[in-house]
């Protein structure tokens, strides 16, 4: 499963971006898809992940009410919407891909097992 990850840049404080993670292929049809995010000098960390195949989906307390990940289905396709950035926000964001998750480990970068390459998010006030 190859994860094609885009959509970063330049943002100001308050603005928005969207990034998009598109898959190869579904590793299963439970898929779950993720976004994490590495700021310099931190650990990753998850921001939001999404059922490919019932669009449940799970945030991060920091990006509640100002992301919003969703699906097209289609396209083996996730999104992730960014509105009211902060520059806390700036970070290299990646997506991932599991076909075998529950849900109480979708925030663990650790147990996805396909990675996108990052992409640039930064935040400026």
């Known amino acids: 499963v190859q994860l094609q990850a885009s959509g970063g840049g330049p943002a100001q404080a308050g603005g928005s971006l969207r990034l998009s993670c598109a898959a190869s292929?579904?590793?299963?049809?439970?898929?779950?898809m993720g976004w994490f995010r590495q700021a310099p000098g931190k650990e990753r960390e998850f921001v939001a992940a999404i059922s490919l195949s019932d669009g449940s989906t799970s945030y991060a307390d920091s990006v509640k009410g100002r992301f919003t990940i969703s699906r097209d289905t289609a396209k083996n396709t996730a999104y992730l919407q960014m509105n009211n950035l902060k520059p806390e926000d700036t970070a290299v964001y990646y997506c991932?891909?599991?076909?075998?998750?529950?849900?109480?480990?979708?925030?663990?970068?650790?147990?996805?097992?396909?990675w996108g390459q990052g992409t640039q998010v930064t935040v400026s006030s």
């Open positions: 991932a891909a599991d076909g075998t998750l529950i849900c109480s480990s979708w925030s663990q970068f650790t147990q996805y097992d396909y």
């Open positions: 292929r579904r590793p299963s049809w439970r898929t779950i």
